[in-house]
């Protein structure tokens, strides 16, 4: 594939995980998806022969990938202060879209897990990243329970990110970055 392929290919791919994270996956039309992305209408299909199925699950892929390395990445003294940097960070990221772009895998696992097997995979294996991304970090700061202590946060992060989102307001977060230090 070529500059511009690859170029369209990642146009249709930022414009699906925006439409996606803010409007879920039956709220996503292709034609929108071509209107947000510029690209022609027959790049789709040529870059996602699979439709919109395959293209979701590589939009819920690409959104694993980049929350996975700022897990990985993002400098932190402790467990708890990558926790709050965490909330902080995803708490940042909704705010500063007017409450419209909460978690980029929830909406889409809510709308497909029992109906559309290639999606819900796409988010299964996204979630068990980050799990695995949290766990390897509590590994590095020493913690006993990584692995319990990876999926009770993951899960905490989702849910306040849900209420924040819902009440237009950063409390649940909040709430939740204190729950995760009586669990560190």
């Not at 070529?2 to 409007?23: F, H, N, P, Q, V």
């Not at 897990?71 to 402790?78: G, K, L, S, V």
């Not at 926790?83 to 909406?107: I, K, N, Q, Y």
């Not at 809510?110 to 949290?134: F, K």
């Amino acid at each position: 594939m070529g500059t511009k392929g690859a170029e369209t290919r990642c146009k249709l791919i930022k414009a699906t995980r925006s439409l996606i994270e803010s409007r879920g996956y039956f709220g996503t039309g292709l034609n929108q998806i071509v209107q947000t992305s510029g690209a022609p209408r027959g790049s789709l299909y040529f870059h996602f022969p699979g439709g919109k199925d395959e293209l979701v699950a590589a939009a819920v892929t690409d959104s694993g990938v980049e929350i996975a390395e700022m897990i990985r990445t993002t400098e932190a003294t402790d467990a708890r202060d990558l926790a709050h940097r965490m909330v902080r960070f995803l708490g940042d990221r909704l705010e500063g879209s007017d409450w419209t772009v909460g978690c980029p895998v929830a909406a889409v696992a809510l709308d497909t897990a029992s109906t559309n097997d290639a999606v819900q995979q796409a988010c299964s294996s996204t979630y068990q990243i980050w799990e695995e991304a949290l766990r390897e970090r509590l590994i590095g700061f020493d913690h006993p329970e990584p692995e319990r202590v990876a999926t009770a946060a993951l899960a905490l992060i989702e849910g306040g990110l849900v209420l924040a989102r819902a009440h237009r307001s950063r409390q649940p977060l909040r709430r939740v970055a204190d729950t995760i230090d009586t669990l560190i």
